[in-house]
Each structure stands twice: as structure tokens, then as C-alpha cells.
């Protein structure tokens, strides 16, 4: 069994997932003003990812020694003795003793520690998104499931969509396409709209980065159109994957073939999650690649719309003012769509 296989182990199940953020006001994940939810689990090890602590099914701690101020309330919090103040009256985190409760967390008060992760039922986060209705039908918004990858508890996607459908709420699924067929079929009926991401065609290069080849990923994608809906393919473009232009080039005549595709997303690569790996203790293993420059992301454009493929350009140069303000004000912890 390969380490991402025993990462999957441990999930709750189809009755309750866990929830790392309900993030309200977004503009980069579907059409209109929308509220995503990000769910934990993913089948990919994609060595760029900008939310490590989604990656496996249960909660993960994140702790910011930076923000720490050595108050030590976290010490008899912990069940495990996980926790321990030194000489310099620095907290320290035994990660092997941690199981991650969240009981340290909850007493932290500069915010140093967090847990992702919460137990959400289908009402629960169907409460949660019928709030912001008045929004969704003012700008054409509406939900996009996140990840994580959600198509890996379909029957739980498939009742939160159901529920939102009834009234009338435009649905979206981020999805890195590696889950059975089956799952995209019980989750169809309720999605408008599908964000498809591609990381790279040659599958040699694909399992290097991403830990699994994409065979199936290539199999769902020339299968969706079948399903009637609208598909976005989105591309993380990423220095030593898919900038090359014969990649690329690859890439979007792949896209131009399928039916229902209506556009691509080009998804610069970029650095803003790196922070996230150090508080969870893991090595940040793309710290010397360069983010793509103007002049890349131009030329990318540029062979998309030659195949006549409608094109936007996200990422980190592409946030609201709203979100900037807010990406400054709590960079640690803020999770960026990528």
C-alpha cells in the first residue's frame, strides 16, 4: 500500500466530513460571488500544493512558533504531554506524541496553534451556505466544493448539492479528476459546472510531482463532457511541469477537443502557501522554483486563444482588494485557492 493510500485511511466516511474552512466572498471559483467549501482528503501529493494541511482526512495542527509567546497554556491542555516549554520559554510541539484534539488550540491565545479540520454533517454545512443566498442571486454566485478533492465522498457531495439545487443555487466541484467514474456520475445530476484541474500530460513527469500517473485523471476528463455539463480545465502552471511550450501546447489541444469545455484557467504558480509547511512541520520541497513571469503567462495566453479557447489568468496576482487586505492581516492562516 503506497503512503498516499495510508493517508487515506482514517476518514469519517460519507456522513460527515472534515471541514478545514467555509470561505464566503469568493471570486476565482466560478462565476459570481461564491462561497467554497474546503473539504480534507486528497488522492494527489502534488509537491506545489498551497493547502498541505487538506491533504490527509483528518485534522492536522498548525503551529507558528513566530506567533508563539511562551505563556505555556498549552502544556496541561494536551492529553499527551505532547507539548513542553523550554529554557527560553519557547513552546515546543512533539508531533509523534500529538494526535491533534485541538484541546491546545482552544487555549492558545495569540493564535499561535490552529487545527484544521471540523466535523461538518450535510445540514451543517448546507446551514452554512444558505446565508449568503441573497448574495448568490444578486451576482450569479453560488457553492463550490474544494479540497482537498470532495469527489471523494460523493454521496455526501451529492445530498449537499441536492439541497443547494432545490434552491436554486448555482454548484461548482474542484476536482483533480483522480477518483472513479462512478463518483463524477452520482455527483453530475447537481453540478452545474465543473473545475478540471490538468498538472501534466506526460504521465513520467506527472507521477514525479504529483505522486500518482493520470491515467485516470485522462479517462474522467475525456469521459465528463458525456455528463451535459459545463467544464472549466484549469492549469497550475508550474516551473519544470507544464511551462514548457510543447507541454503546454499539448495541454490546451487536449482541452480544444472536449466538448462542453468552455474555457481554460491558467493558475500561476506561487509561494504564498510555504508558511503553512513550516507550521506543520513539513519540508517545502519547491522553495527554488520561480513563480512565471508576464512574459510566460502571455505566451500561454496567447497559445490558448489561437485555439480558440476563452482564457483567465488566477492566482496570487489576481485577488480582490477585499482579499488582499485580508491575506495581509492573517497570511498564516488564510487559505489560498490554487
Known amino acids: 500500500m503506497s503512503d498516499i493510500e495510508n493517508d487515506q485511511k482514517g476518514g469519517i466516511g460519507q456522513e460527515r466530513v472534515y471541514v478545514s474552512e467555509i470561505q464566503r466572498f469568493c471570486v476565482h471559483d466560478g462565476p459570481g460571488i461564491r462561497t467554497v467549501v474546503f473539504v480534507l482528503g486528497c488522492p494527489l501529493r502534488c ?19 513566530g506567533g508563539c509567546i511562551g505563556c505555556g497554556a498549552c502544556v496541561p491542555a494536551c492529553p499527551r504531554g505532547a507539548n513542553t516549554v ?10 509523534k506524541a500529538c494526535t491533534a484534539c485541538g484541546r491546545c488550540a482552544e487555549v492558545c491565545q495569540p493564535g499561535a496553534r490552529k487545527l484544521s479540520g ?23 454566485g453560488g457553492v463550490t466544493l474544494s479540497g482537498g478533492e470532495f469527489a ?95 507541454e503546454f501546447t499539448g495541454i490546451v489541444e487536449l482541452v480544444r477537443s472536449l466538448d462542453s469545455v468552455r474555457g481554460l484557467h491558467i493558475m500561476p504558480f506561487h509561494h504564498i502557501g510555504r508558511t503553512k ?46 482579499e488582499k487586505k485580508r491575506a495581509k492581516r492573517d497570511e498564516r492562516f488564510f487559505i489560498y485557492d490554487f
Not at 47 to 60: A, F, L, T
Not at 86 to 95: F, I, K, P, Q, Y
Not at 185 to 214: M, S
Open 47 to 65: 509537491k506545489w500544493c498551497q493547502n498541505p494541511e487538506n491533504m490527509k482526512p483528518v485534522p492536522q495542527l498548525l503551529f507558528s512558533g
Open 86 to 95: 523550554d529554557g527560553d520559554e519557547h513552546c515546543l510541539l512533539d508531533r
Open 118 to 140: 471540523t466535523p461538518y454533517t450535510v445540514d451543517e454545512v448546507y446551514e452554512e451556505i444558505i446565508k449568503d443566498r441573497v448574495v448568490y442571486s444578486n451576482t450569479g
Open 152 to 246: 471523494m465522498y460523493p454521496d455526501f457531495a451529492r445530498r449537499l448539492l441536492e439541497r443547494c439545487k432545490r434552491e436554486n443555487i448555482h454548484t461548482a466541484l474542484e476536482t483533480c479528476g483522480y477518483v472513479k467514474w462512478e463518483a463524477f456520475e452520482r455527483i453530475a445530476p447537481y453540478t452545474d459546472l465543473f473545475l478540471y484541474d490538468i498538472k501534466a500530460l506526460d504521465q513520467k513527469t506527472h507521477k514525479e510531482w504529483t505522486g500518482v500517473d493520470n491515467k485516470q485523471i485522462l479517462e474522467n476528463l475525456s469521459r465528463l463532457p458525456s455528463l451535459g455539463k459545463e467544464i472549466i480545465a484549469r492549469v497550475p502552471l508550474v516551473p519544470g511541469v507544464n511551462d514548457d511550450e510543447g
Open 277 to 322: 509547511y513550516e507550521m506543520l512541520d513539513k519540508p517545502y520541497l519547491v522553495g527554488g522554483l520561480k513563480e512565471p513571469d508576464e512574459r510566460l503567462l502571455e505566451r500561454c495566453r496567447d497559445i490558448a486563444k489561437t485555439h480558440g479557447l476563452l482564457v483567465d489568468i488566477g492566482g496570487s496576482d489576481c485577488f480582490t482588494a477585499v
